[in-house]
């Protein structure tokens, strides 16, 4: 394909103009990105000393909390949305919640992780307690996706 001053456009052309949306991960230590597109938070609740979960996608330019599950009702707990009991006691609740970032404080206590299909990453044994790391959708040219670091290496599988 030609374009208007006569050069060549094509394929690797579109591979330094394209762009990517893609979830980074960012604290005072460390910057990556997550090659999947989805990512669940795990938790435990400092009150109830049960596991929580939120789960994040990428929706344009912003994260979209799809849904949350937990076991039980206290600070926190969603007001809004539409709950599903499963048969393991854990109520799943439906939510659309768009947020421009997710600032989250690390500890050890609350064995703060990450799960993609990757596998998971325990940040809570990479990063110090109360440690602040955002995770957030940047949209970068397809020549500087290729060249960040992932986060990928972080993932074990369970």
């Keep these: ?31 990556c990105t997550l090659t999947q597109p989805a ?4 938790w435990i609740h400092s009150v109830e000393k049960e596991l929580w979960q939120e789960n994040f996608q990428i929706s344009g330019q912003q994260l979209l909390l799809t849904s949350t599950q937990f076991k039980t009702f206290g600070a926190g707990t969603p007001s809004n949305g539409k709950g599903v009991m ?10 659309e919640l768009f947020l421009p970032a997710l600032n989250w404080v690390v500890s050890s206590n609350v064995e703060s992780t990450l799960i993609t299909e990757q596998g998971q990453w325990l940040i ?8 602040e790391i955002k995770i957030q959708v940047i949209r970068l040219p397809l020549w500087q996706y290729f060249i960040q670091e992932s986060c990928d290496d972080y993932f074990e599988q369970p």
């Design 1 to 31: 394909m030609v374009n208007g001053t006569g050069r060549i456009f094509g394929a690797q052309s579109f591979f330094f103009i394209g762009f990517h949306s893609v979830l980074q991960l960012s604290s005072n230590h460390l910057q």
């Design 39 to 42: 990512f669940t938070l795990r």
């Design 86 to 95: 499963s048969k393991e006691g854990w109520l799943h609740y439906s939510v």
């Design 124 to 131: 809570f044994k990479d990063f110090d307690d109360y440690s």
